[in-house]
């Protein structure tokens, strides 16, 4: 079982920044396919930035090039660096991570697994026009 912490959400202005971070319970997890996904309300959930244990990385396209997504091994904990936030970014943020997810699916779309994928309860980002 893993645990995911997510921390670091809050109440932005539109250009302003945020860093997002996730506290894996366990050294493992840090080392496999690991991600950030959100959900506006009224929508589908979304995947927003993933790595994998090779420290690769993909990005939505409405992300790319604000948002950086990145881990500390020692530290067991991801991160998703928010620069230039936009009021449609305003999300329930959830990082997530899955043991069996190859770095092939990794960097181009996943969701977590019943059985080897496992999410966070989830950090509220508001931004304001």
């Known amino acids: 079982q893993v645990q995911l912490v997510e921390s670091g959400g809050g109440s932005v202005q539109a250009g302003g920044s945020l860093t997002l971070s996730c506290a894996a319970s366990?050294?493992?997890?840090?080392?496999?396919?690991m991600g950030w996904f959100r959900q506006a309300p009224g929508k589908e959930r979304e995947q927003v930035a993933s790595?994998?244990?090779?420290?690769?990385?993909m990005y939505a396209d409405s992300v790319s090039g604000r948002f950086t997504i990145s881990k500390d091994n020692a530290q067991n904990t991801l991160y998703l660096q928010m620069n230039n936030l936009k009021p449609e970014d305003t999300a329930m943020y959830y990082c997530?991570?899955?043991?069996?997810?190859?770095?092939?699916?990794?960097?181009?779309?996943?969701?977590?697994?019943?059985?080897?994928?496992?999410w966070g309860q989830g950090t509220q980002v508001t931004v304001s026009s």
């Open positions: 790595i994998d244990h090779g420290d690769d990385t």
């Open positions: 997530a991570v899955d043991k069996l997810v190859p770095s092939s699916r990794c960097l181009t779309g996943w969701t977590p697994s019943p059985v080897f994928g496992f």
């Open positions: 366990t050294f493992t997890a840090i080392d496999n396919c």
